[in-house]
């Protein structure tokens, strides 16, 4: 199954931080659905992830969270979907590579612990998107199979294995 032609709200911008949330946990819910793709079909508009003037809105950062890190070939895997209030997580995987994405809809930072099951990874490369930054890079170390990492507020983390 595949989403395409739905979109929340196409009276605000694509850099509009709430409205890019928004979008980000619609993305989520459908890939929590089994869904296989999420099509957008606009990429420049004033609401889509590119503006008219060719400049990357936040509506595209949110988007390169999934697009940019799961690949043709990565299946979604089982992970803790709502592991507490505000918080929602997909996970997937390639081979050994695994990527989580994580979506902060609360205000304030939230530390987000994981349990793998099956897998040996050494690391995580991490990016995240607030409202006032993009694809922030960061490392996560792990121990184990238990590692964990803090959520900024209203935020979107990608985990990417090493």
């Known amino acids: 199954v595949w989403m395409t032609e739905h979109y929340i709200n196409s009276n605000l911008s694509g850099d509009d931080w709430s409205n890019a949330m928004n979008a980000a946990k619609e993305i989520n819910d459908c890939m929590s659905a089994g869904w296989g793709a999420y099509v957008w079909w606009y990429v420049m508009r004033s609401y889509g992830p590119i503006s008219e003037s060719g400049n990357i809105q936040k509506l595209g950062y949110v988007m390169a969270q ?3 890190y799961i690949r043709p070939g990565y299946t979604k895997i089982s992970c803790t979907e709502n592991p507490s209030t505000g918080i929602y997580v997909t996970a997937y995987k390639s081979g050994s590579k695994i ?3 994580a979506i902060n ?3 304030s930072e ?3 612990p994981f349990n793998l099951n099956g897998a040996t990874v050494s690391g995580f ?3 995240t998107t607030t409202g006032s930054s993009n694809l922030v890079p960061g490392n996560v170390s792990i121990s184990g199979s238990v ?3 803090t ?3 209203m ?3 990608t985990l990417v294995s090493d």
Do not use: D, H, P
């Open 151 to 153: 959520l900024s507020g």
């Open 110 to 112: 939230v530390y987000l």
């Open 66 to 68: 999934y697009a940019r």
């Open 147 to 149: 590692f964990g990492t």
């Open 105 to 107: 809809q609360n205000s």
């Open 125 to 127: 490369t991490s990016y």
């Open 99 to 101: 990527v989580v994405v």
């Open 155 to 157: 935020s979107i983390t």
